[in-house]
């Protein structure tokens, strides 16, 4: 019996169920047609559901492959092949119920309306524009039916893309806890999912909106301002003020679509971030089994200790997905970490000028003299004979002491310095020294001069 098309539309939208698995299966092969066999299990699967003996012979009546063909809602049937090939228009209307579904124009496409552009250019050039030509309004409704098939397909792109991105990224940040190598894998192929959308989807329809983008052929939308200027240069203002309106609501989903690529780049960092840590641990579980079965030796070797694994083990499925899952976390206590981390700045910065040598300033502007050999001569004979026991409070009081008491005018601050340096040389080994740290430092005046220092304690 057959069935009218709009009954059998109908009976098909009030089961739309079966047609999302049907376009689901055609998705997930990357497939136009379907095999017969698919479609037949579908269909029997959604009689055995239903009760009613009248509603079953009503679907049976309706989904039979031969109405189908007959209202053209299948197109193609072929036997020797055992596919089935639904209309487009139809495949359509399911995919706007459910925006997952609505198919996202790929590279090919893109490209496939850019030619398509570009021929309507070149036919519109070669044409006489006048209202009574004949192929020019054949043209001329051609155009504005592809402006408007364009921007209708980059709005439901848009739309599939921004619903893409929500949905992947609600899973991503719901799944940061996960628990079982099962869930990682599940993880792992959401950012598959990322890297493609991303580089199959959104970057290929950014550069069909990006109207500036250097290319060997010519944008898109540069091709539409062409249109545009050859209306306007014929005479017909009205017409090339609505392709550039086509052309601005073509536009407007770059802003759009930018957000939904910047929304999706961190995931693809942690995709890379993943696949170089997997990378990492399988590498190092072949260097551990290379090593371990150089090792081994023959009564040992796959019996106790280690066992070789075929090439699929040793992708490392299992740990692999497992370290996706794995999350640092930070256990802080109930204090006031800003004190003690001020507190580690000080030390940090007095230790710093500890290690590095002591500085003297100058307070005026005069050139002071270098050291003089005859000078350090003597402060070395004096730091020899100087009669020092431990324990001493502040080294360099001392040592500033004696110096000006026996170099009294020769003195300057810096010769405390290189005084300082020939005690350690010399009784470093006999003492133990320990910086004293200050805030602020001490400080010996000399003159016009400063030091300023950590105090040292000699002890034994």
């Given amino acids: 019996m057959n069935v009218a098309l ?27 047609d379907l095999p017969t066999e698919v479609f037949f299990n579908s269909i029997r699967a959604k009689l055995e559901n239903i009760n009613s003996k009248k509603e079953t012979d009503r679907l049976n009546d309706a989904f039979d492959l031969g109405n189908l063909v007959k209202t053209g809602i299948v197109s193609e049937f072929n036997k020797s092949r055992g596919t089935i090939a639904f209309q487009p228009a139809v495949l359509d209307i399911f995919r706007l119920f459910d925006k997952e579904r609505v198919r996202g124009l790929r590279s090919a496409d893109l490209e496939n309306i850019r030619v398509q552009l570009e021929n309507v250019y070149r036919q519109l050039e070669a044409l006489s524009f006048a209202d009574d030509n004949i192929a020019f309004l054949e043209q001329h409704d051609h155009l504005f039916d ?7 397909q980059i709005q439901n792109n848009t739309d599939h893309l921004q619903h893409e991105a929500d949905r992947l990224s609600q899973r991503l940040d719901h799944d940061q806890a996960l628990l079982s190598l099962h869930e990682s894998r599940q993880h792992r192929e959401i950012l598959a999912q990322v890297k493609n959308i991303y580089d199959r989807e959104i970057i290929p329809t950014l550069e069909f909106l990006n109207a500036r983008e250097y290319s060997k052929t010519k944008a898109p939308l540069a091709v539409i301002d ?31 679509l930018e957000k939904v690529k910047q929304a999706l780049q961190r995931y693809l960092h942690q995709e890379r971030h993943h696949r170089l840590t997997y990378n990492a641990i399988e590498q190092a579980y072949l260097d551990l089994q290379a090593l371990a079965q ?15 694994l075929d090439a699929k083990t040793l992708y490392f499925y299992g740990l692999k997905t497992h370290s996706a899952g794995q999350e640092a976390r930070i256990e802080w206590h109930d204090r006031n970490h800003l004190i003690y981390f001020n507190e580690y700045l000080i030390n940090q910065n007095a230790r710093k000028r500890s290690d590095s040598s002591a500085q003297i300033k100058t307070f005026d502007n005069k050139q002071q003299s270098d050291r003089h050999n005859a000078v350090k001569r003597r402060i070395e004979q004096l730091v020899e004979g100087f009669d020092i026991k431990p324990p001493v409070d502040d080294l360099y009081v001392v040592m500033h002491n004696l110096l000006a008491e026996q170099l009294q005018q020769d003195y300057q601050l810096n010769y405390l310095l290189y005084g300082v340096s020939c005690f350690k040389q010399r009784y470093g080994k006999k003492f133990k020294v320990q910086v004293s740290f200050t805030r602020p430092q001490q400080r010996i005046r000399h ?12 002890i034994l």
């Fill in 6 to 32: 709009d009954r059998t539309l109908i009976l098909l939208i009030e089961h739309k169920d079966m047609m999302f698995q049907l376009i689901d299966y055609m998705d997930q092969n990357q497939r136009k």
């Fill in 146 to 152: 592809l402006l408007r098939r364009i921007n209708s």
């Fill in 226 to 256: 062409d249109i545009s200027r050859l209306y306007d240069m014929r005479g017909y203002e009205d017409d090339s003020y609505y392709i550039d309106q086509y052309k601005l609501s073509i536009l407007s989903h770059y802003k759009a």
């Fill in 294 to 308: 150089s090792t081994f030796t023959e009564s040992l070797k796959e019996k106790y200790i280690f066992k070789s």
């Fill in 447 to 458: 003159q016009n001069q400063v030091l300023e220092y950590n105090k040292r304690e000699f």
